[in-house]
């Protein structure tokens, strides 16, 4: 399977641990993306990649969150003391940047987090 | 902020129905998406619109970019049962698709 893949796919932990899921993007790909999803709602942007590069952070992207991506292939993120309201599924996708344009992104399975 | 409303919420129809769901802004794109998320999936792009006006196709599928560049439709004729799931009209970012931003979804289920 050549896509995108995500581990691990669910995650249930207690509150206040930290946890870490891990991204593999398709292996060309060099932008890499995290999105949050919550229930009952469309994906929110947290932060991308271009190569090992952090580009962007949203301001969803608490200072509880840490995202690496240290090779420019796959991207670990990290939460730390984590809270209720982090529960979620947390959505990696990834695309090509080539001659300029960015191309489709494509997005793995995710991970969902329950905090309880 | 920027939001994309997206109506309906949900649709309830029988098999062989179309279906036509829609998307506004309240500022202007310059480009539309439109996902398709299955449950327990993350979002595959369906249709992508570049120019205010287009009209394009994907099999049963037909989306268009509205002239006003703040609207947009996804229709689907001819629903089957692998229809069901929940489609999102996505703004790219100015310079592509970075940064994609997801309106609120229209959960498609189809009655048996």
């Known amino acids: 399977d050549t896509g995108v893949s995500q581990d691990p796919r669910h995650k249930i932990t207690k509150r206040g641990q930290n946890v870490t899921f891990r991204c593999d993007p398709i292996s060309e790909h060099n932008r890499l993306y995290w999105y949050r999803q919550t229930l009952g709602q469309g994906p929110e942007f947290l932060t991308y990649f271009q190569n090992e590069a952090q580009l962007e952070k949203s301001r969803l992207l608490s200072d509880r969150f840490s995202a690496e991506r240290p090779k420019g292939s796959f991207s670990t993120l990290e939460i730390q003391r984590t809270e209720q309201g982090d529960s979620a599924m947390y959505l990696c996708a990834s695309s090509l940047l080539a001659g300029g344009v960015v191309d489709e992104q494509f997005f793995g399975p995710g991970t969902r987090l329950t905090v309880l | 902020g920027q939001q994309l409303n997206q109506s309906p919420q949900s649709m309830f129809i029988q098999e062989g129905e179309d279906v036509s769901m829609n998307c506004t802004s309240s500022?202007?794109?310059?480009?539309w998406l439109w996902y398709k998320q299955d449950p327990g999936e993350g979002p595959v792009l369906l249709i992508a619109l570049y120019k205010a006006g287009e009209l394009t196709s994907n099999g049963r599928l037909t989306a268009q970019f509205g002239i006003t560049r703040k609207d947009s439709f996804l229709n689907i004729s001819a629903s089957i049962p692998s229809d069901v799931g929940i489609y999102f009209c996505?703004?790219?970012?100015?310079?592509?698709?970075?940064?994609?931003?997801f309106g609120t979804g229209t959960r498609l289920t189809i009655i048996p």
């Open positions: 996505v703004r790219g970012s100015n310079f592509g698709n970075e940064k994609l931003t």
């Open positions: 500022s202007i794109f310059n480009t």
